[in-house]
């Protein structure tokens, strides 16, 4: 049965359309069982995150228009309304998107390895209610392993692309291991915060928040367990800052020369990172010429972030040809599942005549009839009843001019004999 995807994307839909098709994962299980319920659906799977809605089906090909007007009905749309975002791939495509989206090279931040989870995510809640079976399941799990390697092979994920995580990993660089460092966030929104999760993520335990607002530093300490300061405060918190993140909205700058100078006494210059994330700059440039300090500004980390996409570019596109292999060997196995059963159906053929054919000859053996003329006419009409359909196939394609059929039908049984292939399956009019 053909493998499709059926899907609307960040590359094909701004969010104000995506949002209209969204299907949240707490959705899936019901959902899927909607799908297999259609008509001709044999499995299903969803997958839908902030930059897609996508539905992969093993379905009949009138099944297509039917999820498409269903993804329609479900989000109380019109059908129609949205068909010109969606994109549709067959089979090969599938393959291929699926594992593209797996290893990140599909995502709008290249490389990001969440979609992964998420797409584990979509594909167990669909095993669980029958969604996935044979084929389905081969292939995302197929997927998962191509995506492992390809990001091992590929370090596409290796290298940070977000201002607030390039921060972090140049923290740790200058100090190693990070969970026994002071960190002092001066500010509330949502870089600070960016900056915030990342820095509990590498194992930071002591985290302070500065701000104007003690009522919005205090909200988001609370997120991440950690100590607030007034801004008029920050005199007495600077000596404590093993490493600073500022980013605030203050036209003047909140840290000045004699300020850090008279931290690092305090600290016996033990050396402080600074990173300096607000426009208009929050710390005195002049900050970063004093030794023992490490001040980065938006353009130093902008220029770092630059050269990791960069970097991760080339990666997606050094990968390219990993993705082709993955997806031959898929479509490999899904071509041998379908040759093994053309085979049992013809196999099963074959020795429904053989058991017919043997048992009158056994009858016939069993009368006194000659046996080598019985062994013969068994042969005979064996080696008719097998031929008789195909030789009529055949013929039918020869008076339909359809070469193709003949030429596979020498293929099959005349092997290796080229030069006969050549001769006798010429595709040229035979008149």
Same mark, same amino acid.
């Given at each position: 049965?053909?493998?499709?995807?059926?899907?609307?994307?960040?590359?094909?839909?701004?969010?104000?359309?995506?949002?209209?098709?969204?299907?949240?994962?707490?959705?899936?299980?019901?959902?899927?069982?909607?799908?297999?319920?259609?008509?001709?659906?044999?499995?299903?799977?969803?997958?839908?995150?902030?930059?897609?809605?996508?539905?992969?089906?093993?379905?009949?090909?009138?099944?297509?228009?039917?999820?498409?007007?269903?993804?329609?009905?479900?989000?109380?749309?019109?059908?129609?309304?949205?068909?010109?975002?969606?994109?549709?791939?067959?089979?090969? $495509?599938?393959?291929?998107?699926?594992?593209?989206?797996?290893?990140?090279?599909?995502?709008?931040?290249?490389?990001?390895?969440?979609?992964?989870?998420?797409?584990?995510?979509?594909?167990?809640?669909?095993?669980?209610?029958?969604?996935?079976?044979?084929?389905?399941?081969?292939?995302?799990?197929?997927?998962?392993?191509?995506?492992?390697?390809?990001?091992?092979?590929?370090?596409?994920?290796?290298?940070?692309?977000?201002?607030?995580?390039?921060?972090?990993?140049?923290?740790?660089?200058?100090?190693?291991?990070?969970?026994?460092?002071?960190?002092?966030?001066?500010?509330?929104?949502?870089?600070?915060?960016?900056?915030?999760?990342?820095?509990?993520?590498?194992?930071?335990?002591?985290?302070?928040?500065?701000?104007?607002?003690?009522?919005?530093?205090?909200?988001?300490?609370?997120?991440?367990?950690?100590?607030?300061?007034?801004?008029?405060?920050?005199?007495?918190?600077?000596?404590?800052?093993?490493?600073?993140?500022?980013?605030?909205?203050?036209?003047?700058?909140?840290?000045?020369?004699?300020?850090?100078?008279?931290?690092?006494?305090?600290?016996?210059?033990?050396?402080?990172?600074?990173?300096?994330?607000?426009?208009?700059?929050?710390?005195?440039?002049?900050?970063?010429?004093?030794?023992?300090?490490?001040?980065?500004?938006?353009?130093?980390?902008?220029?770092?972030?630059? $050269?990791?996409?960069?970097?991760?570019?080339?990666?997606?596109?050094?990968?390219?040809?990993?993705?082709?292999?993955?997806?031959?060997?898929?479509?490999?196995?899904?071509?041998?599942?379908?040759?093994?059963?053309?085979?049992?159906?013809?196999?099963?053929?074959?020795?429904?005549?053989?058991?017919?054919?043997?048992?009158?000859?056994?009858?016939?053996?069993?009368?006194?009839?000659?046996?080598?003329?019985?062994?013969?006419?068994?042969?005979?009409?064996?080696?008719?009843?097998?031929?008789? $359909?195909?030789?009529?196939?055949?013929?039918?394609?020869?008076?339909?001019?359809?070469?193709?059929?003949?030429?596979?039908?020498?293929?099959?049984?005349?092997?290796?004999? $080229?030069?006969?292939?050549?001769?006798?399956?010429?595709?040229?009019?035979?008149?």
């Amino acid at each position: 049965m053909p493998l499709f995807t059926l899907g609307i994307s960040h590359h094909t839909a701004p969010v104000e359309v995506r949002e209209q098709v969204a299907i949240a994962p707490s959705d899936y299980g019901a959902r899927v069982r909607e799908l297999i319920a259609l008509p001709a659906v044999e499995e299903a799977l969803i997958l839908g995150t902030c930059n897609r809605t996508e539905v992969f089906c093993l379905a009949s090909g009138e099944a297509e228009d039917a999820v498409l007007k269903w993804v329609h009905r479900i989000n109380g749309l019109p059908a129609n309304t949205l068909d010109a975002h969606f994109y549709h791939h067959g089979l090969e $495509e599938t393959v291929r998107h699926v594992i593209r989206v797996a290893g990140g090279l599909d995502s709008l931040v290249l490389g990001e390895p969440q979609i992964l989870g998420q797409l584990k995510e979509a594909w167990h809640a669909a095993r669980e209610v029958g969604g996935v079976n044979r084929v389905l399941d081969r292939l995302f799990q197929h997927a998962f392993a191509a995506a492992k390697s390809i990001r091992t092979q590929s370090g596409i994920g290796s290298r940070p692309v977000s201002v607030a995580y390039t921060a972090v990993i140049l923290a740790r660089q200058i100090f190693g291991d990070l969970s026994s460092q002071n960190v002092v966030l001066i500010g509330a929104g949502d870089m600070i915060r960016l900056c915030g999760q990342h820095l509990r993520e590498s194992g930071i335990r002591n985290i302070e928040i500065v701000n104007r607002s003690r009522e919005s530093a205090t909200e988001l300490a609370e997120q991440l367990d950690a100590r607030v300061s007034v801004l008029d405060q920050l005199p007495e918190v600077l000596p404590r800052a093993d490493i600073l993140i500022s980013s605030t909205a203050s036209p003047v700058h909140l840290i000045g020369s004699d300020d850090a100078k008279a931290a690092l006494r305090q600290r016996r210059h033990r050396p402080m990172f600074m990173v300096d994330i607000a426009v208009p700059r929050d710390i005195d440039p002049a900050v970063g010429r004093l030794d023992d300090v490490y001040l980065y500004s938006i353009d130093d980390l902008q220029q770092v972030v630059d $050269e990791n996409v960069r970097h991760r570019s080339q990666a997606a596109e050094a990968a390219s040809s990993a993705v082709d292999d993955a997806t031959q060997d898929f479509l490999r196995w899904l071509y041998g599942i379908r040759a093994a059963r053309s085979l049992k159906r013809i196999r099963d053929r074959a020795h429904g005549h053989e058991e017919d054919l043997v048992a009158r000859a056994v009858r016939r053996l069993r009368a006194g009839h000659d046996p080598e003329r019985v062994l013969t006419q068994l042969a005979g009409t064996l080696t008719n009843r097998i031929l008789h $359909e195909p030789s009529q196939h055949l013929r039918q394609a020869a008076e339909q001019q359809r070469y193709e059929i003949l030429q596979a039908a020498d293929w099959l049984f005349r092997g290796g004999d $080229e030069a006969a292939e050549t001769n006798d399956t010429d595709n040229s009019d035979p008149s």
